[in-house]
């Protein structure tokens, strides 16, 4: 299954060829060991190729195969929640969003899933409070994270905080 994985990664990362991605993705599913890694890692990436060819349904149902696989892992429940996001299904994203963080994932899953989910309550939902948030844990994690520091600054201005949001994008004009 190996050179599947590989070959599929680089469809669906360098190419852009998401449906050969598809099919490699599958092949690896289709092999007779359950129970090698690979088959967590073909059914998360085959989800992503689904979700970027804009096939929600296909992503959530396969997402819900790794789950019987790892319960545990954390990037599933992440990758759900972007999927219900896209769908427009924002409190099953929300809930996915915090299964994800409860797991404790590792810090780089960590940023992606507050990030992601700060600009869901920025971008969607208005609850800038909670995007604040969100967005502070980031930089407690990592100061220099500028995704989180431009995501403050647009909150910030979508407060109407306009003082709060320059002095944001002063700050990270300053240290780029």
């Keep these: 299954p190996v050179p599947y994985m590989w070959r599929g990664q680089i469809y669906l990362d360098n190419l852009k060829k998401v449906d050969l991605a598809i099919a490699d993705f ?6 007779p060991n359950k129970n090698d890694p690979s088959q967590l890692d073909a059914r998360i990436d085959l989800g992503l190729a689904y979700y970027r060819n804009g096939q929600y349904d296909d992503a959530l149902a ?3 195969e790794a789950l019987q696989h790892d319960p545990n892992f954390g990037k599933t429940y992440q990758l759900m929640a972007l999927v219900y996001s896209r769908k427009n299904e924002y409190q099953k994203a929300l809930d996915y969003y915090a299964k ?7 810090k780089d899953q960590l940023i992606e ?3 992601n989910r700060g600009s869901m309550y920025t971008d969607v939902l208005g609850k800038y409070t909670e995007a604040l948030a969100d967005f502070k844990h980031i930089l407690e994690l990592d100061p220099g994270n500028t995704d989180a520091k ?7 201005y979508k407060m109407a905080q306009y003082d709060n949001a320059i002095n ?6 300053l240290h780029d």
């Design 100 to 106: 994800a963080l409860q797991l404790n994932p590792p």
């Design 150 to 156: 431009m995501n403050t600054g647009i909150t910030y």
């Design 62 to 64: 396969i997402y819900n």
């Design 168 to 173: 944001i994008f002063n700050s990270a004009l």
């Design 26 to 31: 599958k092949k690896v599913i289709d092999f």
């Design 113 to 115: 899933a507050l990030i």
